[in-house]
């Protein structure tokens, strides 16, 4: 409504597009049809079959973007306003063509869709990272004139929010979906640990760290854990081996941990080989994320990565527990989350969406978790246990 109105008021090119679109049946065309009706400018638009023009020289177009290649997609030059409808089903690949070929000046993308995973292209991108271009609205079913809600749809709307609330959310709330089985961590886990009261230590409780060094560009994360918290997550500034090995050394020499689990990627083995060198011997352990020495299953896990996801899986689970840090490094935690997805080999050994493959998905790599992840490298004790701490008793990966 608003785009014909806007083509009434002046002269525009606007595309309607989605991801696929096999005739114009598919498009927004007949909505738009339907709309122009309703506001009475039909004297005004002129409906052709694949596409509508007004008496000023608005002309609305209907294109899929799966159809398009990089050549093909430079026909959308000069476009003033992009709708993209059904945005939840784009690719990144299609959004990564279409983005750069809408440039015109003061040109606008204009995106809707119903939420699904927060994993989605568009959510990911476009409503939980924050852009200053932007301007993100939700709107519902209770933003509507009551007179476009009958009577049988608020039936509907008040018995699915009585007995399943969470679907009631999804369906007329506009929120993602509570739970996906292709996430290895659920964002809700996290949430949830990120809202809890620490967890009481007691003497004997050990003490990790977890180094994610930098690699293909990526940032050098450092985390600590203490039994059923993680205290902090801090980043590190860029630097060469040694000056990262001087970082952390200083770290360790403050904190005390009992161990130190660093990312062998990277320029992780160097900084482990000078910390070994340096007499840290005993505090430093090596990961390979893509190793298989150290797996207690190997036909449960298909590498070191897999597992230690897994097991942090679990931990978030096995509540009480909490994650401290600031609410930039929470929301990307849960950015990360909704690109690490489960990959089954074999039908049954645990695999996870490849690093280099999330960063060219997604643009960022899961740095952050991959921090967190190492505290569940191997079981670490420092001395003997209260017998009353009861909470660690059981649990190997508390």
């Not at 074999?346 to 999330?358: H, V």
Request: aromatic letters at 10%; a negative charge.
């Amino acid at each position: 409504m608003g785009l014909l109105v806007r083509g009434y008021e002046e002269p525009l090119r606007i595309l309607c597009t989605r991801e696929v679109q096999k005739s114009i049946t598919d498009s927004v065309h007949k909505l738009l049809k339907d709309q122009i009706q309703a506001l009475e400018l039909g004297h005004f638009y002129r409906v052709l079959d694949n596409k509508i023009v007004g008496l000023n020289g608005t002309e609305f177009f209907f294109q899929g973007l799966q159809q398009h290649t990089i050549t093909s997609i430079k026909s959308f030059e000069g476009i003033d306003i992009c709708w993209v409808e059904e945005a939840n089903t784009v690719m990144s690949g299609s959004w990564k063509m279409l983005i750069p070929t809408i440039r015109k000046e003061g040109s606008e993308i204009w995106i809707t869709f119903n939420p699904d995973q927060e994993s989605d292209y568009s959510y990911s991108h476009f409503v939980m990272r924050k852009r200053d271009d932007a301007y993100v609205a939700r709107v519902n079913w209770y933003d509507l004139p009551k007179n476009w809600l009958t009577t049988a749809i608020m039936s509907e709307i008040q018995t699915l929010k009585a007995t399943d609330y969470d679907e009631y959310l999804h369906v007329y709330g506009g929120e993602c979906r509570k739970y996906s089985d292709e996430l290895i961590i659920q964002p809700a886990w996290l949430r949830r640990a990120f809202r809890a009261d620490p967890v009481k230590v007691y003497p004997g409780t050990p003490v990790t760290f977890g180094l994610d060094p930098a690699r293909l560009g990526d940032k050098i994360k450092l985390s600590k854990r203490e039994g059923r918290n993680i205290r902090w997550i801090e980043q590190l500034p860029p630097g060469r081996i040694d000056e990262t090995t001087a970082r952390l050394i200083h770290k360790i020499d403050q904190d005390q941990p009992d161990k130190c689990f660093i990312d062998a990627g990277g320029l992780g083995v160097g900084v482990y080989d000078n910390c070994v060198g340096g007499g840290y011997g005993d505090t430093v352990v090596k990961i390979d994320f893509g190793g298989t020495q150290m797996l207690d299953n190997p036909d449960r896990h298909y590498n070191m990565r897999a597992m230690m996801y897994e097991r942090f899986s679990d931990w978030l689970q096995d509540e009480p527990n909490s994650i401290q840090c600031d609410t930039k490094t929470q929301d990307q935690l849960i950015l990360e989350a909704t690109a690490v997805k489960k990959v089954w080999r074999k039908n049954s050994i645990l695999d996870l969406t490849p690093k280099d493959k999330i960063k060219e998905e997604y643009g960022f790599s899961p740095d952050n978790l991959d921090s967190l992840i190492l505290h569940f490298a191997q079981r670490v004790r420092q001395g003997a246990r209260r017998q009353h701490d009861q909470q660690f008793q059981d649990a190997p990966w508390a």
